[in-house]
């Protein structure tokens, strides 16, 4: 889809009919005189901004290294390492499907154009978990602790993980109490959801395209 906003040329490749029909929306609805126009792919030139969705990410970055135009991505991922991967990555704005696509595209646009970033609220509360991770868990854990863990999210009894490592199992009885007070959780299900949203543990519930 091409997009112009005064002399702001929008380019916006989407791999879902749904996603493009939300950013038609999202964009209509504040910019009533914008033209849209399903484009796909191929040579993208220049534009002030790209606007990708989780099925055109990808292929950009690998195709670039890092994206040379300003890019937003519409995704439907939350979890904190997606978002700092993708920031990382050189993406500028990371909106998340689950807040108001509609209320937040047209500042999201804006805003990374003008040459700053945005983040919605969703998608900054991930990075702030990130970086709380860095500054206050991860000094605190150690590789034991993380491999307990590890063996936790493969779904291995306490006696299991005691017997693999060589300890009692009361000892690993101890680590999981450890591990749910560090990462201020109350159950092995929550730390283990927790360990997935910061890319410690592999997303097994995710499947590949």
């Not at 999202?26 to 040579?43: F, R, T, W």
């Not at 890019?71 to 997606?82: Q, T």
């Not at 306490?158 to 201020?184: M, N």
Request: aromatic share 6%; with cysteine.
């Amino acid at each position: 889809m091409v997009e112009r906003i005064g002399d702001m040329i929008l380019k916006i490749t989407v791999g879902s009919d749904l996603t493009a029909l939300a950013v038609q929306t999202a964009l209509s609805a504040a910019l009533p005189d914008a033209e849209v126009v399903i484009a796909q792919g191929g040579h993208l030139g220049a534009c002030a901004a790209l606007i990708l969705d989780d099925y055109t990410v990808n292929a950009v970055i690998s195709d670039a290294g890092s994206p040379i135009t300003r890019c937003v991505l519409l995704s439907h991922h939350n979890e904190a390492y997606s978002v700092q991967r993708m920031i990382d990555a050189g993406i500028h704005g990371y909106l998340y499907l689950g807040d108001s696509l509609v209320e937040r595209l047209p500042q999201a646009i804006k805003d990374v154009v003008a040459g700053g970033r945005y983040l919605s609220p969703t998608a900054a509360a991930a990075l702030a978990q990130i970086d709380y991770y860095a500054r206050h868990i991860q000094p605190r854990i150690t590789p034991y602790q993380v491999e307990v863990l590890r063996l936790m999210g493969q779904h291995w009894s306490g006696g299991r993980i005691a017997a693999h490592l060589g300890r009692s199992t009361t000892a690993i009885y101890q680590v999981q109490r450890f591990l749910r007070d560090l990462f201020e959780v109350e159950t092995n299900g929550e730390l283990l959801d927790c360990a997935v949203q910061l890319g410690i543990l592999p997303d097994t519930r995710r499947i590949s395209a």
